[in-house]
Every structure is written in structure tokens, then in C-alpha cells.
């Protein structure tokens, strides 16, 4: 045989054994925490949206979910509008939500929606405010602690999620789209709130009894404190790494959206590289995966 028919002869085999994962995850939600710094290469881009388009061709149910930080952080630039943080988290003026909102739920979202659309598949882009798909809080952050109290910070309009009305996202699902959604949600009192991704990403998972969050992130997933990937973890498991230290960082947020994912509702979460070629593929359709994943006890 050729090399080129070998070649063609490996590709069938990637195919059949993937096919039991297909069937796996036929007509089930899967919702994708889409962010970081390669949203903003297109090539990147453009093979997530052929990744999206792919799950829906073959059954699942993609929700994709986007981030924006660097993003906005380049438009508050420009408009000269300082930004500031606590804890990682963006303190977001009448000013700054304006423009958070511009960016998520305009340049970003539509952006990312004609991609998957380019790509074969048809996406429609919402917010949070859409169809009172995400209900949200004011969020204050722990500044510093005494022996009487813990103060906390006004981050001015950063929310966080007290519900989520998934009946949008039933309908758009049924009719065979792909929802993308903006990180922005809004009070009972109408005001527009900034929301972490990875947080909107897992409430939404939790809510629609998602079969797999994934948490795509500039790591391979969580480390044991020898330095080495660890493949699975359960709730319980989670709670003990965070709490010896072991989980420390940036991580802690990631590991606490993908426990209370679960514990809401969704059947396992995973936080995996992004960056990888076709990361949400090899997670979903291989043996192993990629990732750490988190499942219930």
C-alpha cells in the first residue's frame, strides 16, 4: 500500500474507535468554557468553531459559553478607562460595563458566532439578559481578613449567578443551533452585571444537567504536588487537594466552578489545555482524554 492510503487506513481506524464515544454523547449537552488569549487568533478560532460544528453534525449538544479579558482589557485602553482588580476580578464601574458589555455581548460573541457559522455549523449568539436566561447578584470580594471580620470590596457591577432559565437554550438546542452566551446577567432589578466565564460556564452546565463541562484553560488540567497530571478526580477528592494546598492559585476558582457544576446538576466536568490541536475532540472521543476530570462521589 501506499503511504497515502495508510494514511487513510489510520484516519478510518481514529473513526471507529471514536464512534462509541459519538454514541456516548448523542443528544446530550455539552457546555464549553471558551476564553483566553488565543480568542484572539483567528486560527485558533476557526478550529474551535469546526470542533462546535462537528458535535452538532454528529448529535451532541454544544453550548459554548466565551470569556473576553483580554479583550476588554485592549478596548479600556483605548478609551482610556483604568482598569483595576481584586482577587482577579475586573472592579467594573458604570464606565467599564458599559464597555464589558460592547465587547462580550457585541464584538466577541458575533465574531465567535460567524465562525462556527463559516465553519458549517449555525450558532446563534445571547447574553446572560437574554430571555432572563441568567438571573444575577452583586458580587463582593474578600479584601482582607481581621480576627472580627472579613472586609470586603465593592467591584461595582461584577455579578454572579442566582439562576438560570434554560428555556432559551432548550429551544435553540431542539432546533438543532449551537447557543453561544456572553457572560452578562442581570438583577431582578434590571441592572446589567459583569460574570465571571468559568462561573457562567459552570452555572449553566449545572442547569441543564449538562453530560460534560469543559473548562478549556492554558493548563493540562490539575497537578498532584509532585508536578504530575492527575486524570480524575472525584468532588470529595477536589475538596482535599484545595484544601492541603495542592490546588492552589488560579486553579482553586476552576476546581470550585467544576464541583459545584457537578453538584448542581451536570454529570462531570473537565479542565483541560486549550491550546492543544482539537482539544475538545481528543477529550470527548479517546479513552483517556486529556484532562482532569471531576465527577460526582
Same mark, same amino acid.
Given at each position: ?21 459519538? &454514541?456516548?454523547?448523542?443528544?446530550? $449537552?455539552? /457546555? =464549553?468554557?471558551? #476564553? @483566553?488569549?488565543?480568542? %484572539? ?14 458535535? &452538532?453534525?454528529?448529535?451532541?449538544? $454544544?453550548? /459554548? =459559553?466565551?470569556? #473576553? @479579558?483580554?479583550?476588554? %482589557? ?31 455581548? %457585541? ?191
Amino acid at each position: 500500500m501506499t503511504s497515502q492510503t495508510d494514511e487513510w487506513m489510520e484516519k478510518a481506524g481514529l473513526l471507529i474507535e471514536a464512534l462509541p464515544y459519538m &454514541r456516548r454523547y448523542s443528544n446530550k $449537552p455539552i /457546555v =464549553v468554557k471558551f #476564553g @483566553g488569549h488565543a480568542m %484572539g487568533e483567528q486560527a485558533y478560532v476557526d478550529s474551535f468553531a469546526a470542533d462546535m460544528t462537528l458535535l &452538532r453534525q454528529i448529535g451532541a449538544q $454544544p453550548v /459554548v =459559553v466565551h470569556g #473576553g @479579558g483580554p479583550q476588554i %482589557g485592549d478596548m479600556l485602553k483605548r478609551l482610556k478607562i483604568e482598569s483595576n482588580f481584586v482577587n482577579g476580578l475586573r472592579v467594573t464601574d458604570a464606565a467599564t460595563i458599559s464597555v464589558v458589555e460592547m465587547v462580550l455581548a %457585541g464584538a466577541i460573541n458575533k465574531s465567535l458566532v460567524a465562525a462556527v457559522n463559516m465553519a458549517g455549523g449555525r450558532a446563534v449568539g445571547l447574553s446572560g439578559k437574554d430571555g432572563h436566561l441568567i438571573t444575577a447578584s452583586k458580587l463582593s470580594a474578600p479584601a482582607s481578613h481581621s480576627d472580627s471580620q472579613i472586609e470586603k470590596v465593592d467591584l461595582g457591577f461584577v455579578g454572579k449567578p442566582e439562576s438560570v432559565d434554560p428555556t432559551a437554550l432548550s429551544a435553540l438546542m431542539t432546533a438543532d443551533m449551537i447557543p453561544v452566551i456572553a457572560p452578562i446577567g442581570c438583577g431582578v432589578d434590571g441592572q446589567t452585571y459583569n460574570i465571571n466565564a468559568d462561573t457562567a460556564a459552570g452555572a449553566v452546565a449545572g442547569a441543564i444537567g449538562a453530560s460534560r463541562l469543559l473548562m478549556l484553560t492554558d493548563v493540562a488540567g490539575v497537578k498532584d504536588k509532585g508536578g504530575k497530571h492527575i486524570s480524575h478526580l472525584t468532588v470529595s477528592e477536589a475538596h482535599k487537594l484545595i484544601k492541603d494546598g495542592t490546588v492552589q492559585g488560579g486553579m482553586i476558582p476552576k476546581v470550585e466552578t467544576c464541583i459545584e457544576a457537578v453538584e448542581q446538576g451536570a454529570e462531570a466536568a473537565v479542565i483541560l489545555d486549550g491550546r492543544a490541536p482539537h482539544a475538545v475532540l481528543v477529550e470527548l472521543f479517546t479513552e483517556h482524554g486529556i484532562g482532569t476530570l471531576i465527577t460526582r462521589d
